[in-house]
């Protein structure tokens, strides 16, 4: 069973800054990691991806430059620092994992976390 954790999210003024973690359990391949982030009525979007051995980082053209994502081999943690948050920023963020490389598509990802809310007031 594998399990995704995230944490980090809440409620953040336009121009600050959250720092999103997701831990994963279990037992699984690892070939990418990515976030995603859905706000209300609106589809599953594709927020940034690392490519776990190379370390490649992918960026939805609206986060580059303000978002960045790390990750940590030992704890089998990825990370999101956002900064310069805006208000279209606010969504339930979550973590993914897949044995392939990055790819935005939402659909193509095997495992998922419970999400975790980021709020941007104006």
């Known amino acids: 069973q594998v399990q995704l954790v995230e944490s980090g999210g809440g409620l953040v003024q336009t121009g600050g800054s959250l720092r999103l973690s997701c831990t994963a359990s279990?037992?699984?391949?690892?070939?990418?990691m990515g976030w995603f982030r859905q706000a209300p009525g609106k589809e599953r979007e594709f927020v940034a991806g690392?490519?776990?051995?190379?370390?490649?980082?992918n960026y939805a053209n609206d986060v580059q430059g303000r978002f960045s994502i790390s990750r940590d081999n030992a704890k089998i943690a990825v990370y999101l620092q956002m900064n310069s948050l805006k208000p279209e920023d606010t969504a339930v963020y979550y973590c993914?994992?897949?044995?392939?490389?990055?790819?935005?598509?939402?659909?193509?990802?095997?495992?998922w976390g419970q999400g975790t809310q980021v709020t941007v007031s104006s």
């Open positions: 993914a994992m897949r044995r392939g490389l990055v790819v935005s598509d939402p659909r193509l990802y095997e495992h």
């Open positions: 690392i490519n776990w051995l190379s370390r490649s980082l």
């Open positions: 279990g037992r699984f391949s690892l070939g990418a």
